[in-house]
């Protein structure tokens, strides 16, 4: 079973419309952790936020924001004010105790920001 | 800043050869990943490895096996490669800890095999 699940495959919006990617996740543990990561064309993974499961508060860095809700087992990646630049491969991944650093990604949804 | 490199960002092989990649970090992490990322499929663990000489397999080992000889290097091996071997190899790095730490990427190996 998936433990990551990111419905969205690909989303096109004009730049400078809000835009939320989605991430459901399923997991037995107390103890997890959550990731986002950016693939730009370039190929790269960069590293964007990493959310423990004892921290429910929304953050946000710039234009970026999260919002992790346990209820409903998600966290979900809102970018305001998108841009060109943000045109990118994101991926959503999870980490439990148990498993160690062995991480489980989402297939990803593809952001095209179109000028 | 962490540095991970791969030793290729393109390769084309032939069906049947051995194909190496090689994989550096810079930043004396314990852990060391492989994934191969196909369209559709997101990333998939193939092997990891917590330390020098170890390794465990990850969620699609078939056809492949890994290398640690030294902490900061972490080979991949196509012992024959197949066509459905063709991919993009993604190489990952982490710290160890009793709290996940993020992993760090490598800018990839796109592979192909005629």
Known sequence: AQKVTQAQTEISVVEKEDVTLDCVYETRDTTYYLFWYKQPPSGELVFLIRRNSFDEQNEISGRYSWNFQKSTSSFNFTITASQVVDSAVYFCALSEERTGNQFYFGTGTSLTVIP | ?114
Not at chain 2, 40 to 47: C, D, V
């Open chain 2, 1 to 114: 800043d962490v540095k991970v490199t791969q030793s290729s960002r393109y390769l084309v092989k032939r069906t049947g050869e051995k194909v190496f990649l090689e994989c550096v970090q810079d930043m004396d992490h314990e852990n060391m990943f492989w994934y191969r990322q196909d369209p559709g499929l997101g990333l998939r663990l193939i092997y990891f490895s917590y330390d020098v000489k170890m390794k465990e397999k990850g969620d699609i080992p078939e056809g492949y096996s890994v290398s640690r000889e030294k902490k900061e290097r972490f080979s991949l091996i196509l012992e024959s490669a197949s066509t459905n071997q063709t991919s993009m190899y993604l190489c990952a790095s982490s710290a160890t800890s009793i709290r996940a730490y993020e992993q760090y990427f490598g800018p990839g190996t796109r592979l192909t095999v005629t």
